[in-house]
């Protein structure tokens, strides 16, 4: 079992997320510069957090232009785990792998804080391990990660079950007051229909160790290495 | 721009002094032409020369056991132990962020992250010490969300997390905000790289932006006062591009695994002229230049903006001759221009070419050899000695209602949380960071071992400005037992000294006496100072600030499980004082005098250097031993602000404690609660290892009191003040946005 | 030859950036504005060419990089 980490100009949680499936959960990962148009060999892609191009002109906007997205849209297409994960999110949403966009924070501002998700399916690839209506302790660090979709859009994410975290409460519930930055519907993550595409702005690759505060993000990293086994990868 | 003749007006104007055109003169055996001006001037310039600073910059200790570099490089360097070192610095970018508040924090930011990975270090955290004017200035909220949003979105584009830092507030910064910018790498044991152009024949190679006309004369602007046409000077801001620099950052990185290159310097102020001058001077060579081949982003620019320019995230390099194509092709994978401009020579001449002409032709060593020096007369102002007599404390009224007043402190944008601040900023991100911001220091673990790095960035520049001698020794003091509350050993220390007008001898003195109070503070304490950072002019309209020597420090756990936190764990937890013969009734430059009674006067609390080592190696050996939950110097706001930050700092929400009076019944209850001391702190552990704890104590021979236990709703001082931990935690926590108008 | 490009939000697209300075002006006591729609504005040099083709060549690349159509709209002017 291999997995890709894509590396852009500007990417900056490759190394973290190298860490996490490297050295916590212990899977052969390697980093993929993103001239390269191959995943060849590759059985999961987890692309990393970051500014990449400085987040200039849209987040994701140029990335998604490099020659290892159409790598990953091929890879995702044959049915390949995809997560992207804030920048990673920003990137699969321009790319069309994911429906809706990306607007500024309601606050106008930078978070980076811990927040809870209520995980809503365990659908995907990384959330089969995770019981619908788990809560969850990630953090997210983001300017852009207020979440938009035409309402069109978000009742067809609702109907199809795409929706796959939401920000809550410590209770589970998604309240105003828990939604770090104005995303319709309080959501965090979504997946494609398919489920095997999941893009999300919190970060459990900064938080899959108990000493930084949480490990709750490795349980997304266990469950697509359990997918991937029962694939017999 | 134009060449304008040469004449004494002009280096007067150039910031030069007659006596300083006549030493140029002399170098030159000629007059300067308008390019050698140029250089002069801003290698001359306070900022690049240190030319009234240096006399008093040799009292600091530099050496030690641990230390692999010491001041005069890009940054310092620190054995950390299992070959690994750390490399850090501080940096001022006071004037640049008071004209332009985001662009001049971020370049900031961006300026000392260069600094430390062109030692070879990759940056892992970066610490901020900001100081603004008082809260309801008109300027100052504009300047506070300018600055924070600048630091952040320079520090969290480009993946270094900005772990913790301070922020003050005071109408001496009205005119004169400071932004002191922190960072710290690792780096490998033999993997560390200087700024030396060394091996005649090796080429100098230019890497990162183009050049335009950004900041020309920054240096010089940072060596002059301000005046009411400051505003003007907007254009020579230079704009930080912090994608390029994390380009430049995995570029030169990848470079330095390699050993194609013999030295490497950041273009900081006075770019192309002191990255090259310098790596010159220290290797005792010359250069020649060729400014046609320098990248440029603008047309018709004539040799001294060249020279002069200070366009952000450039690099100067010397590499090996032959290795030159190894350099650009790793340069060209990161999309970034890289060109050979010239090469090194052995004659110590510093020709510069441009049209095929010779523009400049300057010795190299007597720029930096013969650059003047100063002793400047220092005085102590006349009205000091009123400053610290005044007033007598038993003529300070108690206030009526003590709990009243123990949460205004606390929700006073001094005290308060600032979480406004931290949250904009990526504190996160590398997954390295132990303890986020909001303890006494920050932690931070290092990968592959298991070693911790605990740090602070500290100065109480009331106390500075009441005695700059006692002042200096306590930021030196009281940053070391901010890591040592983390469980750390102070290793290390690099500084940013924040003064007003050298010319004037009130000014001198201050800077005299505080550096000499932090050197007697660093020999003691064995923490030696290896690199930093001088920030002359600090006025406005003739206003000085108060003096702000930053201390920036750095401390080692050798287990990083080791690491302990400020706040309280767990009901039932017991509180001690330890240090409790050093607890006083000082209220001179207090908070609660400043606050509560609209003076800062008087005189800083007393140090004991002897006691305060000590006290940082019993609460290293407590720490390491297991034996302690939580602890808490007292600082700011004495005795209540200190237990109020145990009980309401806590991330899994406020929690209660009950405890004694730790004074004789006859000392009045204000200043019990807000006299404010040098020496003591307050420790929770577990019942259970009372007994222990108290048995480290004796072995340092630290005079321990229990206090009381952790729990309750109440915050409780027995038979003095109580309040309710829940109401203080919801003023500390909305106080910073709430005085400064900022939305939640 | 030189086009100017505007790329705004869509109408019904909530835009945080423009409700902020909206109430900041309000603040300021600057009355009368009733909406701000901050947007991008961009100038690009062109090879000269028939106003159509280069009008074509614009709206391409406005498609596929320098707009997010879900939730921006652009406008083209060639000079």
């Given at each position: 079992m291999r997995i890709a980490v894509p590396v852009f100009p500007g990417s900056n949680c490759d190394h973290d997320a190298y860490h996490a499936l490297k050295h916590v959960v212990g899977v052969d990962t390697a980093f993929v510069w993103h001239k390269r148009s191959s995943l060849e060999g590759f059985d999961?892609?987890?692309?990393?957090?970051?500014?990449?191009?400085?987040?200039?002109?849209?987040?994701?906007?140029?990335?998604?232009?490099?020659?290892?997205?159409?790598?990953?849209?091929?890879?995702?297409?044959?049915?390949?785990?995809?997560?992207?994960?804030?920048?990673?999110?920003?990137?699969?949403?321009?790319?069309?792998?994911?429906?809706?966009?990306?607007?500024?924070?309601?606050?106008?501002?930078?978070?980076?804080?811990?927040?809870?998700?209520?995980?809503?399916?365990?659908r995907t690839p990384f959330t089969g391990g995770i019981a619908p209506g788990t809560v969850l302790k990630i953090p997210v660090a983001h300017y852009q990660g207020n979440y938009f979709a035409d309402d069109a859009t978000l009742a067809a994410l609702e109907e199809r079950r795409q929706v796959v975290f939401r920000y809550c409460d410590p209770s589970g519930d998604p309240t105003a007051g828990s939604n770090p930055n104005g995303s319709a519907r309080n959501i965090a993550g979504i997946c494609n229909e398919r489920g095997n595409v999941l893009g999300m702005m919190p970060h459990p690759e900064r938080c899959s160790e108990e000493e930084l505060g949480s490990a709750d993000g490795r349980r997304l990293f266990d469950s697509m290495v359990a997918w991937l086994k029962e694939k017999g990868k | 721009m134009k060449e304008k003749p040469v004449t004494l007006e002009l280096a007067r104007e150039h910031g030069l002094s007659g006596e300083e055109f006549e030493r140029v003169r002399a170098i030159l055996g000629r007059d300067p032409n308008f390019t050698e001006l140029g250089i002069f001037s801003v290698m001359w310039s306070e900022h690049c020369s240190y030319k009234s600073s240096r006399i008093h910059l040799k009292k600091f200790p530099t050496k030690g056991p641990r230390v692999l570099q010491g001041p005069g490089e890009n940054a310092g360097v620190v054995d950390i132990g299992d070959g690994l070192a750390?490399?850090?610095?501080?940096?001022?970018?006071?004037?640049?962020?008071?004209?332009?508040?985001?662009?001049?924090?971020?370049?900031?930011?961006?300026?000392?992250?260069?600094?430390?990975?062109?030692?070879?270090?990759?940056?892992?955290?970066?610490?901020?010490?900001?100081?603004?004017?008082?809260?309801?200035?008109?300027?100052?909220?504009?300047?506070?969300?300018?600055?924070?949003?600048?630091?952040?979105?320079?520090?969290?584009?480009?993946?270094?997390?900005?772990?913790?830092?301070?922020?003050?507030?005071?109408?001496?910064?009205?005119?004169?905000?400071?932004?002191?910018?922190?960072?710290?790498?690792?780096?490998?044991?033999?993997?560390?790289?200087?700024?030396?152009?060394?091996?005649?024949?090796?080429?100098?190679?230019?890497?990162?932006?183009?050049?335009?006309?950004?900041?020309?004369?920054?240096?010089?602007?940072?060596?002059?006062?301000?005046?009411?046409?400051?505003?003007?000077?907007?254009?020579?801001?230079?704009?930080?591009?912090?994608?390029?620099?994390?380009?430049?950052?995995?570029?030169?990185?990848?470079?330095?695994?390699?050993?194609?290159?013999?030295?490497?310097?950041?273009?900081?102020?006075?770019?192309?002229?002191?990255?090259?001058?310098?790596?010159?001077?220290?290797?005792?060579?010359?250069?020649?230049?060729?400014?046609?081949?320098?990248?440029?982003?603008?047309?018709?620019?004539?040799?001294?903006?060249?020279?002069?320019?200070?366009?952000?995230?450039?690099?100067?390099?010397?590499?090996?001759?032959?290795?030159?194509?190894?350099?650009?092709?790793?340069?060209?994978?990161?999309?970034?221009?890289?060109?050979?401009?010239?090469?090194?020579?052995?004659?110590?001449?510093?020709?510069?070419?441009?049209?095929?002409k010779t523009v400049a032709e300057i010795p190299v060593a007597p720029v930096t050899d013969q650059a003047p020096l100063y002793d400047r007369p220092a005085a102590r102002p006349e009205w000091q000695e009123a400053l610290q007599r005044n007033p007598d404390p038993a003529s300070l009224p108690v206030p009526a209602d003590l709990a009243g007043t123990w949460m205004r402190l606390m929700s006073c944008p001094e005290m308060a949380d600032k979480k406004w601040v931290f949250r904009q900023y990526d504190h996160m991100i590398r997954t390295n960071t132990l303890v986020l911001p909001g303890s006494d220091a920050s932690v931070l673990r290092v990968k592959g071992t298991r070693k911790g790095i605990a740090l602070s960035v500290d100065c109480n520049s009331r106390y500075c400005f009441l005695d700059p001698y006692l002042g200096g020794m306590i930021a030196v003091c009281e940053s070391a037992r901010n890591v040592a509350c983390s469980g750390a050993e102070p290793i290390g220390l690099t500084d940013c000294l924040n003064f007003g007008n050298p010319e004037k001898p009130e000014i001198m003195w201050q800077f005299r006496s505080a550096i000499e109070g932090m050197a007697k503070a660093c020999e003691t304490l064995a923490v030696p100072v290896v690199s930093g950072n001088v920030s002359f002019y600090n006025e406005t309209m003739g206003k000085g600030i108060h003096p702000t020597p930053t201390v920036g420090m750095v401390g080692l756990?050798?287990?990083?499980?080791?690491?302990?936190?400020?706040?309280?764990?767990?009901?039932?937890?017991?509180?001690?004082?330890?240090?409790?013969?050093?607890?006083?009734?000082?209220?001179?430059?207090?908070?609660?005098?400043?606050?509560?009674?609209?003076?800062?006067?008087?005189?800083?609390?007393?140090?004991?250097?002897?006691?305060?080592?000590?006290?940082?190696?019993?609460?290293?050996?407590a720490a390491a031993e297991k034996l302690l939950s939580s602890a808490h110097d007292l600082a700011e706001g004495g005795f209540a602000c200190a237990l109020a930050e145990c009980c309401v700092t806590r991330p899994d929400g406020p929690i209660g404690a009950k405890v004694a009076n730790p004074f004789p019944a006859s000392v009045r209850p204000d200043f019990v609660l807000f006299a404010e001391s040098q020496g003591a702190v307050l420790l929770s552990c577990p019942p259970g290892k009372k007994g222990a704890l108290a048995d480290a104590a004796e072995r340092f021979r630290i005079k321990m009191k229990e206090l009381g236990n952790v729990g309750g709703e109440h915050i409780d001082i027995e038979g003095v003040a109580s309040v309710r931990a829940a109401d203080l935690h919801r003023g500390w926590r909305d106080g910073f946005a709430k005085t400064l108008g900022l939305e939640g | 030859m030189k086009a100017k490009i505007y790329v705004t939000?869509?109408?019904?697209?909530?835009?945080?950036?423009?409700?902020?300075?909206?109430?900041?002006?309000?603040?300021?006591?600057?009355?009368?504005?009733?909406?701000?729609?901050?947007?991008?504005?961009?100038?690009?040099?062109?090879?000269?060419?028939?106003?159509d083709d280069a009008r074509r060549l614009l709206d391409d690349a406005c498609r596929r990089l320098l707009a997010n159509t879900v939730i921006e709209e652009y406008r083209i002017e060639i000079e």
């Open positions: 999961a892609v987890v692309i990393p957090g970051g500014f990449t191009y400085g987040d200039y002109l849209r987040c994701g906007a140029m990335a998604k232009l490099s020659p290892v997205m159409d790598a990953v849209r091929r890879f995702a297409e044959g049915g390949g785990p995809v997560i992207g994960i804030c920048n990673g999110f920003q990137i699969l949403l321009e790319s069309g792998l994911l429906p809706g966009a990306m607007m500024v924070n309601e606050s106008l501002r930078f978070v980076c804080e811990y927040v809870h998700l209520r995980a809503e399916t365990g | 750390v490399s850090f610095k501080m940096e001022s970018h006071n004037h640049p962020s008071f004209i332009e508040p985001y662009q001049g924090a971020a370049t900031g930011v961006g300026g000392i992250l260069r600094d430390v990975f062109t030692m070879g270090a990759r940056p892992i955290a970066s610490l901020d010490s900001l100081r603004f004017g008082r809260p309801d200035h008109p300027r100052t909220r504009y300047l506070v969300t300018g600055v924070v949003a600048g630091i952040a979105g320079y520090g969290n584009c480009i993946g270094v997390p900005t772990v913790g830092g301070e922020v003050y507030f005071d109408e001496c910064y009205d005119g004169n905000i400071l932004v002191n910018a922190f960072t710290l790498g690792v780096v490998k044991r033999d993997g560390i790289w200087r700024g030396y152009a060394s091996g005649v024949g090796n080429p100098v190679i230019y890497v990162g932006s183009k050049t335009g006309r950004d900041g020309i004369h920054g240096a010089t602007m940072a060596s002059g006062e301000f005046d009411e046409k400051s505003e003007e000077k907007r254009p020579t801001v230079q704009v930080g591009d912090p994608f390029t620099e994390k380009l430049l950052l995995e570029a030169c990185l990848e470079l330095m695994k390699t050993d194609a290159i013999v030295g490497i310097q950041d273009m900081g102020a006075a770019g192309l002229t002191s990255s090259s001058f310098e790596m010159a001077s220290r290797a005792g060579t010359g250069f020649t230049m060729d400014l046609d081949l320098v990248p440029q982003r603008e047309e018709g620019m004539i040799p001294y903006e060249l020279m002069l320019s200070e366009s952000q995230e450039r690099m100067l390099m010397v590499a090996k001759k032959g290795r030159e194509g190894e350099v650009l092709e790793i340069f060209d994978k990161w999309d970034l221009d890289a060109s050979v401009i010239g090469e090194v020579t052995g004659d110590g001449v510093a020709r510069i070419r441009w049209r095929g756990l050798e287990d990083a499980g080791d690491r302990l936190v400020q706040w309280f764990d767990a009901p039932g937890d017991a509180v001690f004082l330890a240090g409790a013969d050093r607890m006083g009734e000082c209220v001179g430059g207090s908070l609660y005098l400043k606050e509560v009674h609209g003076k800062v006067a008087g005189t800083p609390p007393p140090v004991d250097l002897d006691h305060e080592k000590r006290l940082q190696r019993f609460l290293a050996a | 939000l869509k109408k019904g697209v909530l835009d945080p950036q423009g409700r902020a300075i909206l109430s900041s002006l309000s603040h300021l006591g600057i009355a009368g504005v009733e909406d701000v729609r901050v947007g991008k504005y961009m100038e690009v040099r062109l090879k000269d060419a028939a106003p």
